[in-house]
């Protein structure tokens, strides 16, 4: 599909979102700038974890937690990881994954190709290509 600005993508985000069940993993693959942060926005408030503005790119800290807030909670949690600045092999356990992925939670990943992810999870995969300045073509495949 094709997106004319950011706020249709933070639409199609909060589409997937709102259909999505826990767990699953959702790997956004695309250049700098291609929108997976944006296309984060609308996945995690869609998904009820979070208000799109509360939502930042976790480029420093790696990983991002959101929650509804609600004791016990109602929606899952989302995690927001960009391995973007990866740049050898972590250890697993420094970055807490086998942890993120003994919960049942959405996980949400930009750059994935930059690391093995250690789960068999249901996958959403999500290519974002940059084709003008306000357009991106999506592409989803489930597995
Ligand atoms: N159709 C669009 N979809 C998503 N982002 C867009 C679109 N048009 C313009 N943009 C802009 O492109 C940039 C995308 O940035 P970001 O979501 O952080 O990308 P990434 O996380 O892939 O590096 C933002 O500045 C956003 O406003
Ligand atoms: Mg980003």
């Known amino acids: 599909m094709q997106s004319n600005s950011s706020d249709e993508t933070i639409s199609i985000g909060r589409e997937i979102g709102a259909s999505l069940g826990a767990p699953v993993l959702i790997l956004l ?17 869609g998904a009820g974890a979070a208000q799109e503005e509360e939502i930042t790119s976790p480029t420093f800290t790696l990983i991002h937690k959101y929650t509804d807030g609600a004791k016990p909670a109602k929606r899952p949690a989302v995690y927001h990881i960009d391995l973007y600045r990866i740049e050898s092999r972590p250890d697993l ?4 994954l ?3 992925f003994n919960e049942r939670v959405i996980v949400i990943v930009e750059w994935p190709e930059r690391l093995i992810l250690p ?8 290519k974002l290509e940059h084709v003008a300045e306000d357009v991106r073509k999506i ?5």
């Open 29 to 45: 693959t695309g250049e700098l700038g291609a929108g997976k942060t944006t296309l984060t926005k609308g996945i995690a408030s």
């Open 93 to 96: 356990e420094t970055l807490g």
């Open 98 to 100: 086998d942890d993120i």
């Open 119 to 126: 789960t068999n999870w249901p996958m959403v995969q999500i």
């Open 139 to 143: 592409t989803i495949r489930e597995d």
